[in-house]
């Protein structure tokens, strides 16, 4: 019993840093506060954080405006992560400042291939209903 309590708390810590670094990120990049060369900050999302074990680490899922140059806009962020956390540095007051590493977030690309996969299946029945 004591042992879930310790791990629940835990992962429920993981939660509240990793919300508290997403909500202060998409502040940091509409406001354009990482003055990043060569990126519009304003038209990135992110979408989730996820801390490590230690929190010494935040991975940062972000999609940009449309979807298009996902590839090149984590690049980007990856390049220039130091400007990313220095202005996240003045947001946050926490033990640990996190070392942040930026991932494509490829969930709806994903729920998009169940939703054409789940049609797909739906015409099969329908066929399979009529003959």
Known sequence: MIKNSIHG???LRHLRVGELVKQ???QIFLRNEAKIPSLNTRLVTVTEVRMSSDLKSARAY???LGGKETK???NILTEFSHLVRRALSKK???KFLPRLY???DKSFDYAERIEELIKENK???NKKRHN
Do not use: A
Request: hydrophobic share 40%; net charge negative; glycine share 4%.
């Open 9 to 11: 708390s835990t992962n």
């Open 24 to 26: 202060n990120l998409g």
């Open 62 to 64: 972000v999609l940009p």
């Open 72 to 74: 090149k806009t984590v």
């Open 92 to 94: 946050l007051d926490i």
């Open 102 to 104: 930026f991932v494509e």
């Open 123 to 125: 015409k099969y029945e």
